[in-house]
């Protein structure tokens, strides 16, 4: 079976999974959709014809019934009223002559030894209607029968006088009327379905070539985008439905393909403009090295300090950058709960390890939170490095945190702070801040980005030249899992110093 599948791979049967004949899979998806509802909807309306059809003939039936019974109560009402001394069977010939009968019917009254009296429109040589005269039924019996290719529906009642059988009545009714009636209501019932069969195929096929329009455009499309024509738009001004939406959702998608692209370019620019530096750098001091340019031993020891600082460099450039790429994949977070007082003791210990700095670590509320602990550990310390970066031995770094409908992580220092022109650039790629000479990736804030954003949050900056700068990581509150007894921890080490202004910033 799988060979027979890989070997017709390429058949309108295989590419249907053999539902559809290959005569059908060669037309377009809307005649076979046509094809499809038409065939359904046939069916259907033929299945209301026939259940309407035998619905109205039904009715006739017990209408025409009920006229024949009719006959019974009339005639015993007239017998009862005759003139007194009057035969019951001269009785019976006068009112079969005299009795109006509707279009089709006939009468035939027999009263027991006496001759028949019949109507005209009566049908004559039935088989069952001489059995009836011959021997009356014990109750009122309906039949019917054909004659000369004519049905006719009969009625057979006894007639009783004084509580004996005193003869039999036979009232018979032609069903052609019936029969054309039913036939006219069928033709009529069938045209105003065949209207409603075209008019719906219409309406289907217009809805479909609507539809299928716009899938056409979003095939075609995407057939013609390529990472050259990324600028390709449906620009669809239709009624907002599901059709609208579908093309609208479409655009976006372009859209946030053409901001991947062009972010990807951008990176590898930034990348490549980043890492040519140190690598000709290395080869420059390198191709010396290796012409003997170098001839005493210190110069020598010096250039190969100086490659291996370069390579440091270019090492934890790229180091940050998988960081960064990792740290902008939100499905690659590895999520569990973390106890943020703990968090913060095992941070704020780390980072009292990088430099002498007046360190403190303010009030960390009792809660549980969901996170990825690494990254969000990794952003923490990227920014903690920024400010031991950013202050001298003495000044205060302080960590804090805090929890209510959010959750908000700052790091704040008493450094030389941040120019306003600098900083509403400063989460972008290889921008970095201050001294321009100072080795740095410029990847640090972007990491603290693209983590928060990962984390469906956001990060945030303020800073004063000459007071310091806080920088904050705000998570969503969905991320707080519980949160305990209103306990806080005591401050480690001194507090954020004399300056109070942005000691009311961290803890904004």
């Known amino acids: 079976m799988l060979s027979r ?3 017709g791979g390429t058949g309108p049967e295989n590419r249907t999974g053999r539902l559809v004949p290959r005569s059908l899979a060669r037309l377009g998806l809307v005649p076979r959709l046509m094809l499809l509802y038409g065939l359904l909807l046939s069916l259907a309306l033929a299945v ?5 059809s035998q619905l109205f003939v039904g009715q006739l039936s017990r209408s025409l019934d009920r ?11 007239a017998a009862a009223q005759r003139p007194a001394g009057q035969a019951l069977d001269v009785f019976a010939r006068q009112y079969v002559q005299t009795h109006l009968l509707a279009r089709g019917n006939g009468l035939i009254i027999e009263i027991a030894g006496a001759p028949p009296a019949d109507s005209a429109t009566a049908p004559q040589g039935v088989a069952q209607i001489q059995a009836w005269l011959a021997r009356p039924p014990a109750a009122t019996t309906l039949e019917t029968v054909t004659l000369q290719g004519q049905q006719y529906r009969l009625l057979a009642s006894p ?3 004084d509580g004996r059988n005193a003869g039999v009545l036979v009232a018979s009714s032609s069903l052609a009327g019936l029969q054309a009636q039913s036939r006219d209501a069928l033709l009529v019932t069938g045209l105003e379905a065949g209207a409603a069969l075209f008019l719906t195929l219409i309406g289907t ?12 455009r979003v095939t075609a499309a995407a057939h013609a985008i390529t990472h050259e024509r990324l600028g390709l738009r449906l620009g669809y001004q239709g009624a907002d439905d599901e059709v609208g939406r579908l093309a609208r959702t479409f655009d976006d998608m372009l859209e946030r393909i053409e901001q991947a692209f062009r972010a990807q370019r951008q990176l590898l620019s930034e990348t490549s403009h980043q890492l040519r530096t140190p690598l000709t750098v290395i080869r420059g001091h390198l191709e010396v090295l290796r012409r003997g340019g170098y001839r005493d031993a210190a110069e020598t020891e010096e250039t190969v300090a100086l490659v291996l600082d370069e ?12 960081f960064l790429g990792r740290a902008m994949e939100p499905d690659s977070l590895d999520e569990e709960q973390v106890d943020l007082r703990s968090f913060m003791a095992d941070l704020f210990e780390a980072a009292q390890a990088l430099a002498p700095r007046r360190w403190s670590l303010g009030s960390v509320p009792d809660a549980v939170i969901l996170v990825d602990r690494t990254k969000l550990r990794g952003a923490l310390l990227n920014l903690v490095d920024n400010a031991v970066k950013a202050t001298g031995p003495g000044e205060f770094i302080a960590l804090d945190a805090h929890c209510d409908d959010r959750i908000v992580i700052a790091v704040s220092d008493g450094g030389r702070g ?10 972008e790629r290889f921008v970095r801040s201050g001294d321009r000479s100072s080795r740095g990736a410029g990847l640090g804030l972007a990491i603290v980005r693209a983590v928060a954003e990962a984390h469906g949050g956001q990060a945030g900056l303020e800073s004063t030249p000459g007071i310091g700068t806080v920088v904050r990581i705000v998570l969503p509150g969905s991320r707080i899992v519980a949160v305990g007894a209103a306990q806080e921890r005591a401050p480690h080490g001194a507090g954020p110093g004399p300056d109070r202004t942005l000691g009311a910033v961290a803890h904004r």
């Open 5 to 7: 599948v890989v070997e």
């Open 418 to 427: 941040i120019a306003p022109e600098d900083q509403a650039h400063l989460f």
């Open 205 to 216: 096929y217009l809805l479909l070539r609507r539809v299928l329009y716009t899938v056409d």
């Open 311 to 322: 390579l440091t460099h270019t090492v934890s450039l790229v180091d940050q950058l998988l």
């Open 67 to 77: 006229d024949l019974a009719e006959e019974i109560p009339e005639f015993s009402s």
């Open 159 to 161: 007639i009783i006088v």
């Open 48 to 52: 209301v014809l026939v259940a309407v």
